[in-house]
Structures are given as structure tokens and as C-alpha cells.
């Protein structure tokens, strides 16, 4: 740690580019797709993803970090280091409404590549693609090998009726019949081949797994056998070959020279969706909703540069943190204007967390709204659905089963006590103050709101206007 702050004030002096800049660590961010807490073998044994586990184990797993509920905006908290209800990306973007994350937006692998970076991503992008200014070798990345929108099919590439699958602005069908998840992994062991080791390297990696359509080579499908429940079963392959590629990256970094120097992050995009065969057991909800299950995700970091490792980091943290403090490994400053917090310190030593507070989020045209304060959440608003503790298909063959909710929102809990949800203190009298706190909080945070923009579908935008691409430029 030492060592890199020194490098870092040296690099402010004699700038980038220099030999100085070796020594900035690499940079592997590996974001997968609806994995939920009980997809990862740390928090379900059932789970066979042993590369992963090894990292966790060996670097500091977090087990209190949060997404957003949903994909794009937490895509976005990722890259820009802001809560998404502050720039209007509560939601999910559509392939055919015209919408992107805002343009003045300075994102992460801009500002690596101000600091020395090579930046590369490969996979999913969901940010927005209307337009090219909204896509990533526009947005900081050198390179860009993966798709633009939500979803696909992992072999054909195409959603709907249109291909959407990219090298840098090329739509390609070369890996037409290629498994996702092997594709990334190929082009992410060339990327690393190719890299000039005295370049700090920053590669993002979001991974299509385990997104639905539940496809997975059927390899991956004999150690489940006993899985009853063929979406559960899909799942745990997906899980697995997810963890496969992931070993083919790692050993593309070491047998290039490069892991040693290597800080790597692995987290989740958001809760799984149980009713496709992701878990977040036991923890309650899912995908698309405020609660643990769809928000708190499996995530950890691994690295030399960590000077404590192998234990369980059990304080707050949440996607905006990630930029700040990756900006700061890298030699940058710090942006007052982020909601991020760097958590470098604290990670790499085991110290408390410097956040107290975060915004699940504000989206008054849904009329949606969660915040935690210290131990507390708050959640008011419409109430979503999809709010019971689901087991998972292996749980409910040894006789655990879903537990159905009965309470009503609005919702106070204490999570440190109660991580569960099980216990709705709002309108309990000992803790009147504290829900008045909470919605004072709330109403206080809710004027910086970007409300998501009402868009109609564009027709501009269908595949068949452009030989069944994706295209780019209807906006
Ligand atoms: C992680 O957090 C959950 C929920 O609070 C808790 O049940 C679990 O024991 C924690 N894991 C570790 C390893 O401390």
C-alpha cells in the first residue's frame, strides 16, 4: 500500500506514461448477471464454483455490499460512482425507446485512461445504444467485445430478431453457435496476450451468466443430476461455467506476468430471480425489489495489494464505491461530486466502513422508495412483489420450504439485527423516532431525483430496418 501511494505523488510530478506507471495494479472488475446470494459456493455449498471461491477466500469477501435492484442502474452506479435516481436510470433501458446514461457523465475507464490505463471491456453493456456516442469504445474503452442490450440468446447472440453482438462498433456472427461465456473468456485471454505488461491494464468483465435464457452446455449439467427443478438445475451449470471462464482469465493474467500485480473485483448486478432458478436463500425477495435478496449481492475482492486477506468484510458498501476507490488504487484523486465513498482503507485493512447511508432508490413515477441509514431501512411507496424467502430447488428436496410473507409496507427494519426482514418495526412505538428520522431523511433526498423519462417505443430502432442488427443511430 506504501508502495502505491509513493508511486502515486511520484506519478503526479514526473506524469503518465512513465515506468512509474507499472506499478499501478491491474484492474480485473468481473460483474455477473442475476447471480443471486445463494448462487456462489461461499454462501451455498450446494454451489460449484471453486475458482471463485478460492479468490473469496483468499482475498476479503464483502458481505454486506449492495446493488441496485435491476440491471442498468446498477450498471450505472458502477461506472459513474452516482445513485442512478440522480440521473434518471431508476429503471432498466429499453432496445427501443431512445435513452442513454447522460453523455456528460465522466465514467470509470475515462478516468483510468486519464491515469495510464489500457481499458477493455467484454460483455454486457445496458447503458444505453441509440445512438453510438452512448456506446463503450465512445464512453473510455479502448476496446469493446459484447452486446448492448439486456438479454440474449447465449449461442445466436440475437434478441428477438436482431443480432446483437459487437467488436468495437463491428456487428460480428463469427460466434454464431459460440457459448457466451466461452466467447468472453477467448476474448478476454487475447486481450491479456496482447497487453504490454508495462501498461496498467483495466478490464471489464460483465459476464452474460446467469442471466436467463437458461441455456448451458449440457456438460456443465451432470454434477446437478439430482436437481429436480430443470431451471435450477440450468442455473448451477451456468454458475459453474461462469466459473470456469473465469479460471481462464486468471490464468491467462498469471501466465502473462500479470496476476501478482492483479487487484481484482467480482460482484453481482443485483438479487437473483428465484422464478428462473437463482437463489438469494436465505435472504428475502428478489431481483427487481428493495429487499436483501434483490439488492445485497455476493461480491468480493482479491489482490496482493490487500495487506489484510481471508476474512469476511462485514461493513456497509454499495456499487457507487466501486469507482472512487478503484480511481484511487489507481493514483487518481478523489471527486467531491460522487455519491461513491473510497473504501480502500478500510477494505484493504479490515477498518469500518466510511458509509453510513445509501439510497436503494427514489422513483417517484413508480412510486418507489428505499434508503438505509445505519442499521436501519426504510421502504415506502408501492410495494413490490416477489417479497417471500424462497428456497431453492436443492433446499425444498431436503425439505426447506419457501416461507410466504404476511406483513405489510411501509417497512422499518433493523437489518443489522434482522437481515432477514422478518421483523417490520414501522409502526412500533419505540421506534417512532427513528421512522420519523428515516422519512426525514428521505424527503430530503428525494428533490435531487432525475425522475426516469416516459418514452414511447421508437420504430426507428427495429433489427429488420438494418439486416437484422441492433443498429446503433436511429436517435
Ligand atoms: C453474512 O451476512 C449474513 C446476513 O447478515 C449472515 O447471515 C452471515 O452469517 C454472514 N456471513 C458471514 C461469513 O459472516
Redesign the pocket.
Known sequence: MAVVLFLAIVGCFFGHGTAQDTAKPHILLIVADDLGWSDVS??NPYVVTPNLHTLATTGV?F??TYAQPTCSPSRTALLTGKFPFRLGMQRVMDSKKPHGLPLDEELLPQKLKKLGYATHMVGKWHLGSCKWEYTPTERGFDSFYGYHHGSQDYYTHKSARGLDFWDGKTSISDQNGVYSTESFATRAENIISQHDPNTPLFLYLPFQSVHTPHQVPSSYLQTFSTIQDDNRKSILGMATALDDAIKRVTDALKGKGLWDNTLTIFMSDNGGEYSEGQSNW??RGAKGTFW?GGT?VPAFVHGNMLERTGY?Y?GMMHGVDILPTLVSVAGGTEDPGLDGKNMWQSISTGADSPRNEFVYDIDSGANRYAIRIGDYKLVTGNRAPKDDWYAPAEMQQMGILTEIADDTGPFLFN??ED??EKSNLYNAAEYASIQRAMRRRLNELKPFEVPFPDLADDPAADPSNYGNVWMPGWC
Open positions: 461461499w454462501n469477501i458481505n454486506q436465505p435472504l436483501e445485497r469476511t462485514h437489518i443489522k437481515p432477514l
